[in-house]
């Protein structure tokens, strides 16, 4: 196990583990062995975790006085840690008593943060009660000793903090409580909240990916997150912030990134938003989904970010939202791209029930079961509104190498008020994959 020498002299050990960039992780307990952090519900896979064992536990050396146990004067083991390892501005993520250090340590040295991620936190070091804290745990004593911790000093130095910060709390947990995170979270000049459902004090134990959707994206700086009806989304922003924004829709077990090469090319001179709706990629997994949910979720997102008739291209399910949307609040959409879209004609057969396959896949399998059901049987409003799209609106199919019935698109297109439909032979269902040069041909010469 690797070690190095912190400031006093003492020979403090650490775990390394995963790939990526660097995290910096502090253990909570206080004064556990840091082996109980597992791979933090795989976050190893994704992140490089150099995870510290604090003076006295694990392989770290007991060092010659208690007092050196206190919590404040273990922030400047951190500050030894951090320089051991190279970095001149870190990622830390602290988990409960843990995270009162690394709230010491970054109010201490604002400058060294670059993220900070504060999962289950304690709430001594910014003098926010939380009520179910204990004081007689096993180190507790010594750590959190009289003169530790000093909340007034604490809150003024973070009001320094330019560095975002996330606050993962259970939604179960006793200690701190959604309510007590939260006014964790107000300490900070650029403080969130994030509250993991069906959680307690151990998230990433008691849900894996929920625990690593919200700190992955917090984490990507190209990511960004809204929350909408209670739903937390993550989206990627490119481009200039004063060209004409496009939005884009990912279709059914994608993501925002499935759009990564189109983005690319349209962010030269376009703002280009590409969304995970929920149930996708990095954003949540509420369990309640639907062609009129993603409709509704997409209002709330161009809502949300003060987008109006705004260009929005759809692939497959995200086209169907979008077309749904354009029927029911048109002053939102301004141009609409619907590629490969459903046209909400019973499916003849219907699908069957479709058993979850046994590897993990990239998005909550209930989307499968409640738009397979949808497209067995639309609601008929859905087709009999489509007249009311006044948007211009381009339908890209295709051709005979697509499973979607292509004189079905023809009559889409020939439904909304001003229609175009273009093949692009050889696109299949994923034109914009297969043949993105002529995809982004075809959306530009329509005026994206």
Known sequence: MP??????????????????????????GPMPAADH???????AAHRTLFVLEPRGTGGSAVPAGPASHRCDRQVADVEAFRAHLGLDRADLLGHSAGADLATLYAAAHPERIRSLVLVAPGGRAPGVAVAAERSDRAGAKARDARGAFAPENTRRALRELTAPVLVLAGAHDPGPTPEEAAELAACFPHGELAVQP???????????GAFLRPVLAFLDPAVR???????????????????????????????????????????ADRRVYALDLRGHGLSDRPGHYGFG????????????LGLTAVT??????????????AQREPD??????????????PLDPPRGPAAPPAEPVALDWGVVGATDAELNAPDPAWREELGKISAPTLIVGGGASSHLPQDQLARLAELVQDGLL?????????VHANRPAKFLAAIRKFGV
């Not at 949910?293 to 949300?304: I, P, Q, T």
């Open 3 to 28: 070690r190095f020498t912190t400031y006093d002299g003492t020979e403090l050990s650490y775990r390394t583990l995963g790939v990526g960039e660097a995290l910096l992780v502090l253990p909570g």
């Open 198 to 208: 069906a959680a307690g004090h151990f998230p990433w134990l008691d849900d894996a």
């Open 332 to 345: 939102l959409i301004g141009r609409l791209v619907l590629e490969e879209p459903p046209s909400f004609v």
């Open 293 to 304: 949910v993603f409709r509704d979720e997409l209002s709330g997102f161009l809502k949300a």
């Open 422 to 430: 273009m093949t692009i032979k050889g696109g299949g269902h994923l």
């Open 312 to 325: 929005v291209v759809g692939h497959s399910m995200g086209a169907g939202a979008a077309c749904l949307l």
């Open 37 to 43: 952090l597992g791979d933090l519900g795989g976050l």
């Open 225 to 267: 997150t809204v929350t909408v009806d209670g739903v937390r989304l993550a989206y990627r922003v490119t481009g200039p912030e004063v060209a004409e924004p496009v939005v884009l829709v990912h279709g059914r077990g994608a993501d925002g990134t499935d759009w990564a090469g189109i983005a690319a090319e349209l962010s």
